[in-house]
């Protein structure tokens, strides 16, 4: 299938944890690591290959911690990380602290020739006597071969997970009192760390009601109301927060009546990306949006949906032949069926065709200033 990308979010939320100096203890330690890699869809929970293992135990020996491995055993019969948790702590016995590694990894899509997985993983880790300290995370990984699954994926990912787990450690370690030694004392920092703030816009601040139509506010799969004009009456509140780029949900014509009692607020069931949806605002409330965003010397991501249209779009009548039509997804396991089948009902673009490809980047370049169709 031909490449066609146009948003790539990496969940990289380094600024989501405490910004802490590198730590390292000044009388070696033992940290028993407990590793959980759960299937996808079916199947038994099974350990990281050894190259995120060694990454890991890289990681913590720079912190002066020793690694001891956990089997995996103690662990696999808990589902929740919670209970895990406690599972890897009465397993661990004395051993001062403890981290749970916990992953799970699928198959996202072809690109090029290429196919992307996304690893999803949630690092717990404590002072055994100490509060708990968590960070989920997902790092997308390109590989090369289709006989490369899960474990390849891991293994691509390794450096970028046990560098989350030293900065995990870091505060672990901060917060254990007379035994770690800052590389430099914390200082007050004036500035803040940049970063994307998603705004779904419906549900983010309502700055016109003359667009509000049938919107229901005490209805969970109603429209509330959410415009462009109500970002922009908040965006000095958003860079406050100290981000620089506004994510937005989906903003182009859409299905805005219920599916199957399911709500469309969200605005991932497109109908036309050549249009705005009037919900939301015109051409012209964008372009001040945008004018905005550029004085304050801030960016804007457009979430542009390419896989599926909306139920009932127009399109699918109009140009059916620009549609797999192979009917909902029986077998998640299988990659094929992710990649080419309906999900949920959505029907599923062959972007692997000429005329999809140059028809969506056609429609999303519409979008980019300078770059009109």
């Known amino acids: 299938m031909r490449a066609l990308v146009m948003v790539l979010v990496v969940a990289f939320c380094a600024g989501c944890l405490p910004k802490i100096p590198r730590q390292r203890l000044s009388e070696r330690a033992k940290v028993a690591v407990a590793y959980i890699v759960d299937p996808g869809y079916s199947g038994t929970p099974f350990t990281p290959p050894d190259a995120l293992k060694k990454a890991i135990a890289a990681e913590l020996d720079d912190h002066n911690l020793e690694l001891v491995e956990v089997p995996l055993e103690a662990v696999s019969a808990q589902?929740?990380?919670?209970?895990?948790?406690?599972?890897?702590?009465?397993?661990?016995?004395?051993?001062?602290?403890?981290?749970?590694v916990e992953q799970r990894v699928h198959f996202f899509s072809q690109l090029d020739g290429r196919y992307r997985w996304e690893v999803a993983t949630t690092l717990t880790a404590s002072r055994a006597d100490g509060a708990k300290a968590s960070d989920p995370f997902e790092i997308p990984?390109?590989?090369?071969?289709?006989?490369?699954?899960?474990?390849?994926?891991?293994?691509?990912?390794?450096?970028?997970?046990?560098?989350?787990?030293?900065v995990l450690m870091d505060g672990v370690l901060a917060g254990a009192?007379?035994?770690?030694?800052?590389?430099?004392?914390?200082?007050?920092?004036?500035?803040?760390?940049?970063?994307?703030?998603?705004?779904?816009?419906?549900?983010?601040?309502?700055?016109?009601?003359?667009?509000?139509?049938?919107?229901?506010?005490?209805?969970?799969?109603?429209?509330?109301?959410?415009d462009l004009q109500g970002l922009i009456d908040h965006l000095d509140w958003i860079q406050a927060l100290g981000f620089d780029t506004v994510w937005l949900s989906p903003i182009?014509?859409?299905?805005?009546?219920?599916?199957?009692?399911?709500?469309?607020?969200?605005?991932?069931?497109?109908?036309?990306?050549?249009?705005?949806e009037p919900k939301f605002?015109?051409?012209?409330?964008?372009?001040?949006?945008?004018?905005?965003l550029d004085r304050r010397k801030m960016k804007l991501m457009l979430d542009v949906v390419?896989?599926?249209?909306?139920?009932?779009?127009?399109?699918?009548?109009?140009?059916?032949h620009w549609f797999h039509k192979r009917g909902g997804v029986?077998?998640?396991?299988?990659?094929?069926?992710?990649?080419?089948?309906?999900?949920?009902?959505?029907?599923?673009?062959?972007?692997?065709?000429?005329?999809?490809?140059?028809?969506?980047?056609?429609?999303?370049?519409?979008?980019?200033?300078?770059?009109?169709?």
């Not at 899960?150 to 560098?163: L, Q």
């Open 141 to 166: 990984v390109i590989l090369m071969y289709d006989h490369e699954k899960e474990r390849e994926a891991i293994a691509n990912a390794a450096s970028d997970i046990a560098n989350r787990v030293g």
């Open 177 to 226: 009192a007379g035994t770690a030694v800052p590389a430099a004392a914390p200082k007050a920092s004036s500035t803040r760390p940049s970063g994307i703030y998603f705004v779904m816009v419906d549900r983010f601040s309502n700055g016109d009601r003359r667009n509000d139509g049938d919107a229901a506010p005490e209805d969970s799969q109603a429209f509330h109301g959410g």
């Open 252 to 276: 182009f014509k859409m299905r805005t009546e219920k599916w199957h009692g399911y709500g469309a607020f969200h605005g991932y069931w497109t109908w036309d990306l050549a249009q705005l």
């Open 330 to 373: 029986t077998d998640w396991n299988d990659a094929t069926q992710l990649l080419m089948n309906d999900v949920h009902g959505l029907s599923d673009l062959a972007t692997e065709q000429d005329e999809v490809f140059a028809y969506l980047l056609g429609a999303a370049r519409r979008w980019v200033p300078g770059r009109q169709t």
């Open 306 to 320: 390419l896989n599926h249209v909306g139920p009932d779009a127009p399109l699918v009548s109009a140009k059916p």
């Open 79 to 100: 589902r929740l990380t919670d209970s895990r948790f406690d599972a890897l702590k009465k397993a661990a016995g004395e051993v001062p602290f403890v981290l749970l």
């Open 281 to 292: 605002g015109d051409e012209l409330l964008l372009a001040r949006l945008r004018s905005e």
